[in-house]
């Protein structure tokens, strides 16, 4: 996982180098050459770092060069927080209201910090000399500038489902159901937007709904589409074009060309449109689609559904309150657990499992692809210590399939921006349900609460490596 965002832990840490105050950089002796010469060997490193990026799964020793590289950028990236955790400690002690205004002259204008000069000093020195020892190596790859178009892998989803394997989502069911009966009032897009977590079961939710008979008799026309992370509207009226007509050529036709195509197919019919997976944060690719669709002939009879995990996504698409899908309770949550643990009724010649399934549930937090993921880990596994190894293990140490609980949860991992996912590796620091108390009162108390935390976040990093 590292390499993936070493681009911009790279982008980052300029930046943060670039930011240093006059009197930040003061605290250290002859440091501000260094800096420079660190400064300029990232912006090198980091021009070329999307082609490593790109290249490190076919290549053993570009993608073991990585890792070093995220090392030393880690340290280089705590040496200067340092400078701004020390900048926050001589500020504190200035505005001490104990401390007169002699001893903030002296401290303001003559007491520089000896022994956090001398050792800042060394630890820039010793990083441009690590980068230095690394120089021939990562220039061997002959790596070259190219721009930032990485995506994360797009999810395909499909409309069916089978109603036997889903378990306690009929009154949502019911619910949305209800809501696409309802007319419309307004010239709005009638969006139904469901938004949830991932893994909580949106998608499914929105297949159920797509497949019930009264859905197909209230709508002669379904389509669906994943849309995932491109919300591109030429691809998107493509794939509703080919869903619509399959004999439709649309293959390098102008967006002009698609709206007719698409206009011609739809107006004056009755459609239920499904976009699952939807992540465009991005207003103005949204009215695109939207005032696209409003030019179709009898919209105000059709309904559109968007799956989400994201309320803002929700409240650019539709003017409706969203509806949030919540975790299944305790009792579907096992039910759905041991539908996937044993073969039809097998789980009854095994009480003792039966009660350690019971403490695994629990833990997966009412959110369906988790019990499902660890409940199909243990189909067929009948020694008890294997149940225990589950229930024990944290669940990014089990081995994981593209469907499971972990890569659905990589991707919003994936799509928080770098601070974020920086600030979950902190955050997992603390430990599960128990309270932390704070001095917040002052600005002085978040001080020293994040001057007191900031040793721990290299200890952090290790969640972000694992997922």
């Not at 800042?120 to 990083?127: F, N, Q, T, V």
């Not at 097998?346 to 997966?364: M, Q, S, W």
Request: charged share 30%.
């Amino acid at each position: 996982m590292a390499e993936t965002f070493l681009f911009s832990i790279a982008e980052r840490l300029v930046d943060k180098i670039v930011g240093l105050t006059v009197d930040e950089v003061r605290l250290a002796f002859n440091v501000k050459t260094d800096l420079k010469k660190l400064e300029d060997t990232m912006i090198s490193i980091k021009a070329v770092l999307l082609d490593a990026e790109r290249q490190q799964h076919q290549n053993d020793k570009l993608r073991l060069c990585m890792w070093k590289l995220r090392d030393i950028f880690y340290d280089a990236e705590d040496v200067i927080d340092d400078f701004k955790c020390e900048a926050l400690r001589k500020q504190d002690a200035i505005n001490h209201p104990n401390i007169n205004n002699l001893k903030v002259r002296v401290l303001g204008s003559f007491c520089l910090p000896l022994s956090f000069s001398l050792k800042m000093s060394h630890k820039i020195k010793d990083i441009n000399g690590r980068l230095g020892e690394l120089a021939t190596e990562w220039n061997s790859f002959d790596l070259r500038q190219c721009s930032d178009n990485r995506h994360v892998f797009r999810r395909e989803t499909i409309s069916f489902v089978d109603s036997s394997d889903v378990i306690g989502r009929d009154k949502d069911k019911e619910n949305i159901i209800s809501m696409l009966m309802k007319p419309s009032e307004d010239r709005n897009v009638p969006v139904i937007p469901i938004v949830g977590i991932g893994g909580l079961g949106k998608t499914t939710l929105a297949q159920l709904v797509y497949n019930d008979d009264r859905v197909t008799s209230l709508f002669p026309l379904k389509i669906w589409i994943c849309v995932s992370e491109e919300f591109d509207l030429s691809r998107l009226l493509n794939l509703i074009i080919q869903s619509v007509n399959k004999e439709v050529r649309c293959d390098d036709l102008t967006l002009e060309a698609l709206q007719a195509c698409l206009r011609s197919l739809l107006n004056e019919k009755k459609f239920l449109l499904v976009l699952d997976d939807v992540w465009n944060e991005n207003q103005a690719k949204w009215v695109e689609l939207r005032n696209l669709l409003r030019s179709i002939d009898g919209l105000r009879q059709s309904k559109i559904i968007v799956t989400t995990r994201g309320l803002k996504v929700a409240s650019l698409m539709s003017s409706i309150c969203p509806y949030e899908l919540k975790g299944l309770p305790f009792e579907d949550c096992l039910t759905l657990f041991t539908k996937w643990a044993f073969n039809d009724g097998d789980e009854r010649h095994y009480p003792n499992l039966i009660r350690i399934g019971e403490e695994i549930v629990k833990k997966c937090k009412g959110v369906p692809l988790a019990v499902r993921t660890l409940g199909s880990l243990l189909f067929q596994k009948t020694d008890e210590s294997d149940w225990i190894y589950i229930r024990e293990s944290e669940i990014w140490r089990l081995e994981q399939h593209e469907n499971d609980i972990l890569p659905v949860l990589k991707l919003s991992y994936n799509h928080l921006p770098s601070h974020l996912q920086r600030c979950l590796a902190f955050l997992s620091l603390y430990k599960k349900d128990e309270i932390y108390l704070s001095d917040k009162s002052s600005v002085f108390g978040w001080q020293m609460d994040f001057l007191n935390m900031q040793s721990k976040i290299k200890s952090g990093r290790m969640l972000a490596n694992n997922i």
